[in-house]
């Protein structure tokens, strides 16, 4: 937290469980005859019986901050089955709260009416629960008092010894249950609670911000353009990693964390979006941020997203996994930022996916700055990366993309390698890879089932490559055709009306060939970057789309105060 706030996030720990022989997860309340029973069952998110999760019910308008703890009389834990059995004789409005404690999901089922009548409350999920920053005006006084959740155990204490700064007015309320509508309240020592918001309900784990209209955060607003004068995007696009490339015009470095930590960016509707910090550089004034874009419309020039930073440093909420998750067919995304001394480093290669197929560093050159944050050299002698056999890779259809500079040509030089054998016969071959030919085109080659001569030999004509220069390349196969682009562009295209065989078993390459088969290396010479692939044939106005927002002088994306 910063200088000047004194946080208390008070949770209710103590848990009195009552295990009865004949009816385990009997949570009773209180002496006196209890007349009303409250059933229900808890599951976890990934749908097994949260067993032993803790159970409170908190009367509907219970202060946390004030009210004694002796008021929640009704708690304990679920069983084996998890579930949880209420005996009591109160009446009124309750809400019922359950949490996990080993995963931390909660989930709280509110306005339960106990009116005497025995109550079956069915089937819940918990779920990963929420955080909200509250943000006070500097026309509100923070003295004293509190914050809290009325109807929950959740509440911040404001010390009255240590105030609230004007550089850091925020209060952090965490571990509240997601989808629930709640209100946030404040209270003094003395007198009533003070509404500040109402009807507030945070998504499962997201981390969201409040404030009143008397304050404002530093922002940016991002625009897009997919009209002719922008990208010049014709179709639709879903769930696309948009690059927001920063320098010091657009964004004061000197007011952020220097890893950007504390950097929020949300949607028009303000949620916040995944997004990854892949570079950073403070001092020098630049970052390249990727975004998980919901749609990229067509024809149109509009305000997509805001980007704001200054009172969210106490998480940092940059993970690759959202953006590039596997649900949208990411089987491996390596941004070639990582470095390390020596070789033979594993796992120094980071796959920004979900699937975690990190690369073992073979290379004896550091990244440097190139085309996205930093990229990587190869010297064409024994550079490589190397990637452990994983069935992420045994996909069907296929993407491949990276920007590429090529530096001699005239010689065999593989890129990407994923099949374990090479040779003349397609019966030989195992898989599937993108190399240089001798020729100087750019191959995207594979084979099909055992027995059959069934091969993909799809090529950009070396007329179309030009060295020393950078270009981005793609390659897709949808098990009836494969294509090559390059810079954006379809190049060529054959028929290819089969499955590809892939096999398991054997290790990756970036830079090399697999397996040498008495010939040379055939290491590549030049440098890669953002290298992507897919289990998913990806459309040639996503593979445009990519291009347009990751090349020098792109006109698709403006950043605006």
């Not at 069907?396 to 994923?418: A, L, N, P, V």
């Not at 995207?444 to 055992?450: I, T, V």
């Not at 494969?482 to 054959?494: K, P, T, Y």
Request: glycine fraction near 10%; proline fraction near 4%; charge should be negative.
């Amino acid at each position: 937290m910063r200088s000047g706030i004194k946080l208390y996030v008070c949770l209710l720990t103590a848990i009195y469980i009552v295990s009865c022989i004949n009816n385990p997860g009997d949570l009773t309340g209180g002496g006196g005859i209890e007349t009303v029973a409250l059933r229900g069952t808890f599951f976890t998110s990934d749908g097994y019986p949260a067993r032993s999760a803790e159970v409170v019910m908190v009367r509907k308008g219970f202060n946390p901050a004030t009210e004694s703890t002796d008021e929640l009389k009704y708690r304990g834990a679920t069983d084996s089955a998890g579930s949880f059995h209420f005996t009591c004789k109160d009446t009124g409005f309750f809400n019922i709260i359950a949490s996990h404690p080993e995963s931390g999901e909660k989930a709280c089922i509110q306005d339960v009416n106990l009116d005497g009548k025995d109550i079956e409350l069915g089937k819940d999920t918990l779920k990963a629960p929420a955080t909200l920053s509250f943000i006070f005006p500097d026309s509100l006084d923070v003295s004293d008092g509190y914050i809290c959740i009325p109807g929950t155990d959740i509440f911040v204490m404001l010390s009255e010894n240590q105030k609230l700064t004007d550089s850091s007015r925020v209060v952090i309320l965490q571990s509240i249950p997601a989808e629930m509508s709640f209100t946030l309240s404040l209270g003094r020592n003395t007198g009533p609670m003070t509404t500040l918001e109402e009807n507030l309900v945070l998504m499962p784990g997201e981390e969201s911000f409040c404030f009143l209209d008397s304050i404002e955060l530093p922002e940016r607003k991002i625009f897009l353009n997919t009209t002719s004068t922008g990208a010049n995007i014709t179709t639709e696009l879903f769930s696309f990693p948009l690059l927001l490339k920063l320098s010091s015009a657009d964004i004061p470095f000197n007011e952020i964390d220097k890893n950007g930590s504390s950097l929020r960016i949300f949607n028009t509707t303000g949620i916040p979006v995944p997004f990854q910090i892949e570079y950073w550089d403070s001092s020098a004034g630049t970052a390249s941020i990727w975004v998980l874009l919901d749609t990229v419309h067509t024809n149109r020039d509009w305000r997509a997203l805001t980007l704001r930073w200054g009172v969210y440093a106490h998480k940092d909420h940059s993970v690759g996994g959202k953006v590039f998750s596997t649900g949208n067919g990411f089987t491996g995304v390596w941004h070639c930022d990582s470095s390390a001394d020596g070789t033979a480093n594993p796992a120094v290669f980071t796959d920004a996916s979900g699937y975690g197929n990190h690369g073992t560093d073979y290379i004896s050159s550091d990244s440097t700055v190139y085309m996205i944050g930093r990229g990587q050299n190869f010297n064409g002698i024994d550079d490589y990366i190397s990637f452990p056999d994983d069935t992420s890779f045994l996909i069907k259809e296929i993407t491949c993309s990276f920007w590429f500079y090529i530096r001699e040509s005239g010689r065999e030089q593989i890129i990407i390698d994923w099949a374990e054998k090479w040779g003349t016969n397609p019966e030989f071959n195992d898989g599937w890879a993108v190399f240089l030919h001798t020729n100087g085109g750019l191959y995207f080659s594979g084979s099909g089932a055992q027995g059959t001569t069934d091969s993909i030999n799809c090529h950009i004509p070396s007329a179309e490559i030009i060295t020393d220069k950078w270009h981005y390349y793609a390659c897709t196969f949808d098990q009836q055709k494969a294509r090559v682009f390059l810079d954006g562009r379809e190049i060529s295209s054959v028929s290819a009306a089969f499955p590809l065989k892939i096999k398991s078993g054997f290790q990756r390459r970036i830079g090399t060939q697999v397996k040498d088969n008495g010939g040379s290396g055939r290491h590549f010479n030049g440098a890669l970057d953002e290298i992507r692939i897919s289990g998913k044939a990806r459309s040639a106005e996503w593979i445009r789309c990519c291009y347009e927002n990751q090349r020098e002088g792109q006109k698709m994306v403006r950043i605006e105060k």
